[in-house]
């Protein structure tokens, strides 16, 4: 009988359970979409109790879909959207909401230690800037807001760690996770309470749990899990992943040859050293899913989750006519969006739904309308714009290297060819795309057979677990086109910098 590995994402708008074999084949899976709590401006909330329900749904349709037998799957690990902050009560239910990586309550603190030598002492120890998504601005936050929940914290969650810990009634810390929270020492590899008292929250120093690896087990199904579930009772489950280390990992991202793109909610483009990059060239710097490597990451929450809140609010027309020619809207959006030529507009998106590359307080814009632009032309310039965000990222990254050999791109705009060609004519570079459409569930099932014994490690699963698809080369007129258009993105994103912090006043 073949093993079988389940793998399950909570990311920035959906739940997934995906099932493989031992080489990579997707066999059955599941989605539904994550209900969104906005209780006021810069909050973005996730019922916990509901999102512990549709992980059940989702796992209990890719069983049923998959018609196996559930004794057959030999190992599970969970990802999810990395920041942002979910946390058990002493009362033994969630305290509140959780709270998702696009987040922006907390802006006021990461200046605040930027400007009294917080951010300066503890990079010595975390090696990365802080961001207002993250758990020790979150956390500070609550201390000063609401001390009634800080107070009954009993355990400190990331999304797939909370989702593990209703798996198995276990609680774990696994390290890539919490490496890029702000609340770990990376040279250390260790909590410390010396740390969390520079946030002012050592008080919190137990309710971190202990730390394992990707590829550790770190519990079993429960019989109450596998009832909800039907999961087997005892079926092991691993550590898993930070979100942006498993799509990493499914692209075959094993040494320092190629930068990882995934365009998703986020804009993650990252590649893999064995030693940090400490001159603050770069945003973060954690601890990658393989042992002796740290993950060096631009990110934003800039990416192709700003299409999505563009197409919901102004191409209602598009999504009618699509369904009346019985097309996809996202197949007909690139339909349109082809027939208008790279060099036919220059129309600016600023893709800042959740804020900019480095500032929360920063809101989205069309800039360059006329009267003569049209439809199509206003949709290719949000892709266009999406793209010229994350060549922000980009850029930074190939400062602190002499080359790279192609971007290996995932997330919703790896699904658009067109789209996916748009990012390798401006970043100037080949686009690689992976034989899977789900790179987030497709690394936990690595990790899961790595922790069941299948594979020695995680560069030998993916040997058998990754498939390249295609290649895509840059257009070279094109990307001079697109090389004019990016400079006119960053010259107008630069002047608008300080005209952001106008709408709170």
Request: glycine share 8%; aromatic share 10%.
């Amino acid at each position: 009988m073949p093993n079988y590995y389940l793998g399950i994402d909570n990311g920035g708008t959906l739940c997934k359970a995906v099932l493989f074999d031992g080489l990579g084949t997707e066999i059955a899976s599941a989605a539904s979409e994550l209900v969104m709590i906005t209780p006021q401006s810069g909050f973005t909330e996730r019922d916990m109790n509901a999102l512990w329900e549709a992980n059940c749904g989702v796992i209990r349709e890719a069983l049923a879909k998959s018609q196996i037998d559930p004794a057959a799957i030999k190992g599970i690990a969970c990802t999810g959207h990395g920041k942002g902050l979910y946390l058990w009560g002493k009362d033994g239910k969630p305290c509140g909401n959780g709270i998702v990586s696009t987040d922006g309550r907390a802006w006021e603190y990461p200046p605040r230690w930027e400007r009294d030598g917080t951010a300066e002492r503890v990079f010595e120890k975390t090696c990365q800037t802080i961001l207002a998504s993250q758990a020790v601005s979150i956390l500070r936050w609550m201390k000063d807001h609401q001390p009634e929940v800080f107070g009954n914290i009993k355990w400190i969650f990331e999304c797939k760690d909370y989702i593990r810990f209703m798996l198995t009634g276990e609680a774990f810390a696994e390290i890539t996770d919490y490496s890029g929270a702000n609340l770990l020492n990376l040279r250390k590899k260790c909590f410390e309470k010396e740390l969390l008292a520079e946030f002012g929250l050592e008080e919190l120093f137990d309710a971190l749990p202990p730390l394992k690896g990707s590829s550790e087990i770190c519990g079993h199904v429960t019989g109450e899990t596998a009832k909800q579930t039907g999961l087997a009772e005892g079926t092991p489950v691993a550590g898993g992943m930070f979100d942006i280390d498993a799509c990493a990992i499914a692209m075959d991202i094993t040494n320092d040859e190629n930068i990882a793109v995934i365009a998703g909610t986020w804009s993650i483009n990252e590649y893999i050293l064995k030693t940090p990059m400490l001159d603050r060239s770069v945003m973060m710097n954690s601890l990658y899913c393989m042992d002796g490597y740290y993950l060096i990451e631009e990110c934003s929450p800039t990416s192709a989750g700003n299409f999505a809140w563009f197409a919901d609010m102004f191409l209602a027309e598009e999504k009618a006519a699509a369904k009346a020619q019985g097309k996809d809207f996202y197949d007909y959006r690139d339909e349109l969006a082809g027939k208008v030529a790279p060099d036919e507009q220059s129309i600016i998106f600023f893709p800042y739904i959740f804020g900019s590359n480095y500032d929360p307080q920063a809101k989205a814009a069309i800039i360059g309308l006329d009267s003569h632009h049209t439809k199509p032309q206003i949709i290719r310039a949000v892709m266009e714009s999406i793209a010229f965000c994350h060549k922000v990222h980009i850029e930074k990254l190939l400062a602190g290297r002499k080359s790279t050999r192609a971007l290996r791109l995932g997330g919703g705009v790896a699904k658009s060819m067109f789209w996916a060609q748009i990012f390798s004519d401006v970043m100037n570079l080949p686009v690689e795309l992976i034989d899977t459409d789900e790179l987030g569930t497709l690394g936990c099932a690595m990790a899961a057979a790595v922790a069941s014994g299948e594979y020695a490690d995680l560069a030998e699963a993916a040997k058998f677990m990754v498939k390249i698809k295609c290649r895509l080369e840059p257009a070279e007129e094109n990307a001079k086109i697109y090389n004019r258009k990016y400079e006119l993105y960053k010259s107008i994103s630069g002047a608008l910098e300080n005209s952001w912090r106008k709408f709170y006043a």
